[in-house]
């Protein structure tokens, strides 16, 4: 099956522009889907296709992809961003359809 | 207001079964598909399993294929899982969450998730 590949963890100043990557051969075909998870709450959807962003979602959150490599940018992280982020995509390999999720990355704001 | 309300979590000694169930309110449940996503203590998110609108396609992690069912009663605005043959591993607390889309051939991202359903395996 595929995988999807995130830097354990990451860190930004409050107010500076952080970007958090996921990498992964299924991202050649498919967009990410990027989620925010704080301790003990359920993910919320923050950026799918293109980039888009759900409703709520505060505008410094924007996506991109480059090949395979999907990237989650925070433009003036802000105290509350602190969370854990999963990607997610597609299963591109094989004829059964499966989701696969990034391992997550860690994001401290300092 | 989307609403997705997970049950039937529980402790549970290895090899026995437990079914789950997510009712869900607020859309219109049978134009979604629907899937069941895991996170182990102080882990990542796991995929285990999708379903499409009306049934006709059925997705499944390796790590559960054989041993778990995933149904959907559209009549109820109800999702399950059938765990079976249950292990030290399969620990975790269990979501519930909304595809975008009807088909889960084509679907991924999930924009609603349940608060979870914690399934503990353990002698």
């Known amino acids: 099956s595929s995988e999807l590949t995130q830097d354990p963890a990451v860190s930004v100043a409050l107010g500076q522009t952080v970007r958090i990557t996921c990498q992964g051969d299924s991202l050649r075909s498919y967009y990410a889907s990027w989620y925010q998870q704080k301790p003990g709450q359920a993910p919320v959807l923050v950026i799918y296709?293109?980039?888009n962003r759900p409703s709520g979602i505060p505008d410094r959150f924007s996506g991109s992809s480059s090949g395979n490599t999907a990237s989650l940018t925070i433009t003036g992280a802000q105290a509350e961003d602190e969370a854990d982020y999963y990607c997610?995509?597609?299963?591109?390999?094989?004829?059964?359809?499966?989701?696969?999720f990034g391992g997550g990355t860690k994001l401290t704001v300092l | 207001e989307v609403q997705l309300v997970e049950s039937g979590g529980g402790l549970v000694q290895p090899g026995r079964s437990l079914r789950l169930s997510c009712a869900a309110s607020g859309f219109t449940f049978d134009d979604y598909a629907m899937h069941w996503v895991r996170q182990a203590p102080g882990k990542g998110l796991e995929w285990v399993s999708g379903?499409?609108?009306?049934?006709?396609?059925?997705g499944y992690a390796d790590s559960v294929k054989g041993r778990f069912t995933i149904s959907r009663d559209n009549a109820k605005n109800s999702l399950y899982l059938q765990m079976n043959s249950l292990r030290a591993e399969d620990t975790a607390l269990y979501y519930c969450?909304?595809?975008?889309?009807?088909?889960?051939?084509?679907?991924?991202?999930?924009?609603?998730w349940g608060q979870g359903t914690l399934v503990t395996v353990s002698s």
């Open positions: 296709g293109k980039n």
């Open positions: 997610n995509s597609r299963d591109s390999s094989g004829n059964h359809p499966r989701v696969v």
């Open positions: 969450a909304k595809d975008m889309g009807y088909d889960i051939l084509t679907g991924y991202t999930l924009d609603y």
């Open positions: 379903i499409s609108w009306n049934s006709g396609s059925i």
